[in-house]
């Protein structure tokens, strides 16, 4: 009875994306962001809708009621709980149960962070050319999320107690010394929080391996082979990596990260 009803639910799937000839519509319902005023990712949002659009489906985000952090999202996934879709970075053990896309969703950029401090230090930081000298400094990082642990393990001084809101906060009073974020969403952050007087530190880039793909349970497979296929479609025609430069291209130039010194964390 169990694979009956696992079976019809499998067509179900399948009818409600491939009916006849009509453009269908496909719900992602993903966790609602931990983070107040978290930027939409308009690149991602931008990907997920031409991806389908190439199977000629449309689609419709959903959001969770409760806020979820990159832990809580991982769960839910896991146990195909209140979500049935997400985009993350983890190793091949934390997503036992889960299947994937296999293109890389930021080419790799996501793995490069660099510091948001007080634009009043810039003199203190611009001393700073080692890995040892910067790790009695003071990060900001929620320890749910996993640059948390990678900062860690790789001997740096994290402060991970902290909500963002408080982080900001913390940064701005001087109990934590710099604030650690994506090349792709720093300066949006900086931008809405104009009250603080931060800016991106110039000189130092601090890069590990970390690429996001998206991700489904298995019993949503059906949801990441179409995407997959939508992805291929763009990736063919050229314009997967065409919609990449234009949100990023001017990240690599505004940013100076070809002139930065690098700190390369395990």
Known sequence: MKLFNLCCSVILIAL????????????LKIGKPSTPNMPR?????????????????????SYSVEPMNTKRVLEELK???????????????????????TFPIYNGLHSKRLLMIKQSRLGEFSDIKTLEQLKPFIALQKQSWSDYYVLKN????VNGDLSYESMLKALDEGLGDYFPRSVTAIRAEIQKSPQYNFVVEPHIMLQYDNFYYF?????????????QQGLTKLAQKGELDALYTH????????????QRTVFKLK
Do not use: P, R
């Not at 790789?154 to 001084?157: D, V």
């Not at 991700?215 to 995407?227: Q, W």
């Not at 949100?247 to 070809?258: A, T």
């Open 215 to 227: 991700y489904a349970n298995e019993k949503n497979k059906a949801i990441i082979d179409l995407l």
């Open 247 to 258: 949100f990023y291209h001017d990240v690599e130039d505004g940013l100076g990260l070809s």
């Open 154 to 157: 790789n001997g740096l001084t």
């Open 16 to 27: 409600s994306f491939f009916a006849c000839g009509s453009e269908q519509t496909v719900t």
């Open 79 to 101: 146990h195909d709980g209140a979500i049935n879709f997400a985009w993350l970075s983890m190793s091949k053990e934390q997503a036992n149960s889960l299947v994937h896309t």
């Open 41 to 61: 990712n308009h690149y991602v949002l931008s990907l997920l809708e031409k991806s389908f659009a190439q199977m000629n489906v449309k689609l419709n985000i």
